[in-house]
């Protein structure tokens, strides 16, 4: 079955956000994407969303977080952190198992001082019933982590990068790419393989034999701290969401 295989990323757009309305196109996308062996495999962009019109800005829609308001920004997704609320995630029209998610992301310097220190900016794969696969880079510590969160909200480190060069500080761009494809050979069979790139350095790569324990299909981006991070403020723009190919 090689029919999506002919879409272009414009024309993916376009269907992404008809998705929107009917639903249909990210399910059976869902449904094809499992069918695309990973090894190996070339990337094809299915999504792009520069942010920069009302109609692209609402194609985004809220995964988790109490208290999150959207706004204060220009041609980007603006996000802010009201009280009592730790993180703000967003997903994309596009769901699969084997995906890559980038975005821009900035943690602005409004953000008050004492909430910048432990802030992070995140994308998220897999995600659903509070589960994901997450990349968390800190503009303030200048460090990423790869993370696992579980159903349960207990969370497994992957890996830890420090001082990382490509994490740009609070109040600049910070260019982030996530990707968690399925390995289908060898004794890894079943397992996700998982990358993660800070300003194109690669800052993980780990192979998680669990990937059984996610069931959720969603890609998004986020916004949080371990704390309470009550007035945290961040825009996101330049999302794009790929797929594996065999081309």
Not at 62 to 74: D, F, Q, W
Request: aromatic residues 6%; proline residues 3%; positive net charge.
């Amino acid at each position: 079955m090689h029919i999506w295989f002919f879409v272009t990323e414009r024309s993916a757009t376009f269907m992404a956000m008809k998705a929107l309305r009917t639903g249909a196109l990210v399910a059976l996308l869902a449904t094809l994407l499992a069918l695309v062996p990973t090894a190996g495999a070339a990337l094809v962009g299915v999504y792009r969303n520069g942010m920069e019109s009302k109609g692209q800005l609402s194609q985004i829609a809220k995964l988790s977080g109490n208290r999150c308001g959207r706004g204060g920004a220009e041609r980007a997704f603006g996000i802010v952190i009201g009280k009592q609320t730790k993180e703000c995630s967003y997903r994309t029209p596009v769901v699969g198992r084997d995906l890559e998610i980038a975005a821009t992301e900035r943690l602005l310097g409004k953000t008050p001082k004492s909430v910048q220190k432990a802030a992070y900016l995140g994308l998220d794969l897999r995600a659903g019933g509070g589960a994901r696969y997450q990349l968390a880079a800190y503009p303030f510590q200048r460090k990423a982590q790869l993370r696992k969160i579980l159903p349960d909200g207990s969370i497994e480190y992957l890996q830890i990068a420090k001082d990382v060069p490509g994490i740009e500080g609070v109040d600049r761009e910070n260019d982030l790419r996530l990707r968690a494809f399925n390995v289908t050979e060898g004794e890894e069979k079943g397992s996700c393989h998982i990358l993660a790139y800070v300003g194109g350095e690669l800052v993980a790569d780990v192979t998680d034999a669990g990937a059984g324990e996610l069931t959720g299909r969603a890609s998004g981006f986020s916004v949080g701290s371990a704390k309470v991070a009550k007035g945290a403020q961040a825009t996101v723009d330049n999302v794009v969401v790929r797929v594996p190919s065999p081309f």
